[in-house]
């Protein structure tokens, strides 16, 4: 079993503050996924990476796949409250790709 | 909107009882999943189904059964619930490959049913 080791598993910081959360593992994954979660909702899918060293930008997030692809991070500037929630990785094991792993998630709490 | 839906959204139930969880789509998909979220677990895959009739285990299938007679409908059964069976579960469907290319493979969760086990 491929596992995603997640951190921090908790954050909390002030509005307009930048924070980085982490997605470690000694396997490599074919593609790596992020997900965001609200209280009493699933997961909503924020965006997928399949290139080593692969950069991707979602308005104040920024996405990197690790060149090995073992590892991913999530960046986010400027935090806002709107942004907190649990957030996930995911990612594929090579040769199984409609099966994802999940990591344990980092909980960010963004206070006004 | 993937077109999921989950229900019962919440129950309650006792030891011992049998339990049955629906899910349902809307949009043909042939991969559907369900899985258990637990505090500092994130999500893990009980079974998952390829299409009408097959299914398959994931990690953590003991206790849980599926079917899957309709395409559009995945039931996760717990034969015997157990205290250790509280969770939320959530069924979540696999869409084509996805815009990142290759054949990177994209989920989409339903809205989940909170279990009670007493």
């Known amino acids: 079993t491929q596992l995603l080791e997640q951190s921090p598993q908790f954050l909390s910081i002030q509005e307009g503050e930048n924070l980085t959360v982490y997605c470690n593992s000694s396997?490599?994954?074919?593609?790596l996924q992020w997900y965001r979660q609200e209280p009493g909702e699933g997961p909503v899918l924020l965006v997928t990476?399949?290139?080593?060293?692969e950069v991707k930008k979602l308005k104040r997030l920024t996405f990197q796949f690790g060149d090995a692809r073992k590892d991913s991070s999530l960046h986010i500037t400027a935090a806002q409250p709107g942004d907190t929630g649990l957030y996930l990785c995911?990612?594929?094991?090579?040769?199984?790709?409609?099966?994802?792993?999940f990591g344990s998630g980092t909980q960010l709490t963004v206070l006004p | 909107d993937a077109g999921i839906t989950q229900s019962p959204r919440h129950k309650v139930t006792e030891t011992g009882t049998p339990v049955t969880l629906r899910c349902h789509q809307t949009?043909?998909?042939?991969?559907m999943y369900w899985y258990r979220q637990d505090p500092g677990h994130g999500l893990r895959l009980i079974h998952y189904?390829?299409?009408?009739?097959?299914?398959d285990k994931g990690e953590v299938s003991d206790g849980y059964s599926v079917s899957r007679s309709k395409t559009e409908d995945f039931l996760l059964t717990l034969e015997s619930a157990t205290s250790s069976q509280t969770s939320v579960y959530f069924c979540?469907?696999?869409?084509?490959?996805?815009?990142?290319?290759?054949?990177?493979?994209?989920?989409?969760f339903g809205p989940g049913t909170r279990l009670t086990v007493t």
């Open positions: 995911a990612g594929a094991p090579p040769g199984s790709a409609r099966q994802l792993t």
């Open positions: 396997s490599v994954f074919s593609s």
């Open positions: 990476v399949v290139t080593g060293g």
């Open positions: 949009e043909n998909h042939r991969y």
């Open positions: 189904s390829y299409g009408v009739k097959d299914t």
């Open positions: 979540a469907i696999m869409g084509g490959a996805g815009l990142a290319g290759g054949n990177a493979y994209e989920q989409y």
